[in-house]
């Protein structure tokens, strides 16, 4: 089964096209926000790509703006990135496992935490509400003329959508069970 690779997503931003390290940050932004990885990990990716030879400098240029006294330098996949990156989009995915500090905070709770689990899943419950309303009301567009990457994108956007709305449910049915054992002085007991 493939796993996440952090090393695959940013290879796979290259071979469609080349790019500097600042532009393929944003674009790993834009596009695979929703992974949850920290933006500053692309930098650290192209330097092992480049090491494992999966990807390459086709060259460089000075910035545009004097305060930067570096290069900026332009990457792109090689062939046994191209073919590494292939091997790894035609394994299997492995299922996504929830890892959320909300879920080890509970797991790890006991009684008196309570009152502060049920104002951070009320929080985080509000925030998806946040999250969904920006998404608003897609759909997945069938028409054959589209370009594939209107299509692949707006079934992300649905994907998250349905799983903000899952996760929601999940909090509403969490924070009523807290507040029944509030409601029932658990607070107290241990």
Known sequence: MAKLSTK??????????????YGLQ?????????????ESSVYKTIE?????????AMGSRRPDSHHRATQR????????????FK?????????????????????LSNPTDL?????????????????LAAIGGRSIPVSADLPWGMVATALVDDFKARWLEALVDWLDQMC????????????DAS
Request: hydrophobic content about 45%; glycine content about 8%; overall charge negative.
């Open 8 to 21: 695959h997503v940013v290879l796979g931003l290259m071979i469609e096209r080349p790019g500097y390290g």
């Open 73 to 84: 330098v332009l990457y792109r996949a090689t062939p046994e990135g191209v073919v590494q």
């Open 115 to 131: 009152p502060d689990l049920l104002r951070t899943a009320e929080a985080q419950s509000r925030e998806c509400l946040a999250e």
């Open 87 to 107: 091997r790894w989009m035609a394994q299997p995915s492995d299922r996504a496992i929830v890892r959320d500090e909300l879920h080890a905070k509970l797991a």
């Open 26 to 38: 944003q674009q790993f932004s834009d596009r695979l926000g929703f992974l949850g990885l920290a």
């Open 48 to 56: 092992r790509l480049e090491a494992d030879g999966w990807v390459e």
């Open 176 to 187: 009523r069970v807290i507040e029944e054992r509030m409601a029932q002085g658990a607070v």
